[in-house]
T-cell receptor, first 114, second 112 residues
């Protein structure tokens, strides 16, 4: 499988500020990465598909201007939550896909907006 | 539309007992099926996957799952549960665009 890291693992920010979350593929060049959101005791919901060198593809209902995704290299994708509000507090998880349909997940980032 | 159903929200078993977690899917083509495990505050770890071939697949940590097309099921089993197996388990189906659709999860609690 692939090894994926995320940074930070936990972040607290004030309402109205922006937060950047990094997702790194440590042993695999990932042309595609996925960003998920998970509310407490709930399942994972796909937010967007991050494509290296091109725009991300967002799922229906996800605000692209609020959740900015940049996939500038084959090993790094970033998710920026802009003008964060308490309702954005959640667990954000990224994944990489070394082959069709297989996904390997990062450890997640817990965002708390106060 | 594709969907995954995990009927059991919470299961409690005694250590050493056998385990079966249920998963039913709805998908128009041959599905790619997965089981993931998530410990509290952690990401997801792949337990096993089914793409084709033998319908009984072996995974890590002593888990196995059986694909039954006639029942649209992919149930996860383990003959003897260990306390360290306590976690959240997610079944997922792979969609055409490489996306994964997850079930709502089953929380496993293990009593000594």
């Amino acid at each position: 499988g692939a090894v994926v890291s995320q940074h930070p693992s936990w972040v607290i920010c004030k309402s109205g500020t922006s937060v950047k979350i990094e997702c790194r593929s440590l042993d695999f060049q990932a042309t595609t990465m996925f960003w998920y959101r998970q509310f407490p005791k709930q399942s994972l919901m796909l937010m967007a598909t991050s494509n290296e060198g091109s725009k991300a593809t967002y799922e229906q209902g996800v605000e692209k201007d609020k959740f900015l995704i940049n996939h500038a290299s084959l090993t790094l994708s970033t998710l920026t939550v802009t003008s964060a509000h308490p309702e954005d507090s959640s667990f954000y998880i990224c994944s990489v896909s070394p082959s069709s349909y297989e996904q390997y997940f990062g450890p997640g980032t817990r965002l708390t907006v106060t | 539309a594709q969907s995954v159903t995990q009927p059991d929200i919470h299961i409690t078993v005694s250590e050493g007992a056998s385990l079966e977690l249920r998963c039913n899917y709805s998908y128009g083509a041959t599905p790619y099926l997965f089981w993931y495990v998530q410990s509290p505050g952690q990401g997801l770890q792949l337990l096993l996957k089914y793409f084709s071939g033998d319908t009984l697949v072996q995974g890590i940590k002593g888990f196995e799952a059986e694909f039954k097309r006639s029942q649209s099921s992919f149930n996860l089993r383990k003959p003897s549960v260990h306390w360290s197996d306590a976690a959240e388990y997610f079944c997922a189906v792979g969609a055409r665009t490489d996306k994964l659709i997850f079930g709502t999860g089953t929380r496993l609690q293990v009593f000594p």
